[in-house]
């Protein structure tokens, strides 16, 4: 059996935090730019101001209650919703743990 070291290297790295910020902050620019809108429209209509929508556009950094906004705004609502509303599991050992979990009100 061969593992490919450098690439499972490379699909950690893809799945950091940071990565995945920038990558909603160049989808949102994008989604701007093909509507012709300018930051201080979109601020305008979503209620984020002007200079935290630059910021996000460059650096991915965003409250979670102004990225609803800018995400409702393109009219995402639904696509966003749907996000972690599934069950994931990896293992049969991990489905069993979550099913037997699945009334739980509180943590530990």
């Known amino acids: 059996m061969t593992y490919n070291i450098m690439q499972y290297s490379l ?3 893809k799945r950091q ?3 995945l910020m920038m990558r909603l902050a160049q989808n949102c620019k994008a989604r701007r730019l ?3 809108l300018s930051r201080n ?3 305008a209509r979503c209620g984020v101001p002007a200079p935290t929508i630059e910021r996000f556009e460059r650096t991915g ?3 979670l209650e102004s990225f609803c906004r ?4 393109f009219d995402y609502f639904d696509e ?6 599934r069950t994931k599991y990896s293992t049969s050992e991990e489905l069993e ?3 037997r979990n699945r009334a739980r009100i509180k943590g530990r």
């Open 17 to 19: 935090p940071d990565v």
């Open 80 to 85: 966003l919703s749907a996000i972690i509303s």
């Open 70 to 73: 800018i995400v409702v705004e």
């Open 11 to 13: 699909d950690i790295y």
């Open 41 to 43: 429209t979109l601020a």
């Open 34 to 36: 093909e509507k012709g």
């Open 61 to 63: 950094k965003i409250s």
């Open 97 to 99: 743990s979550i099913n």
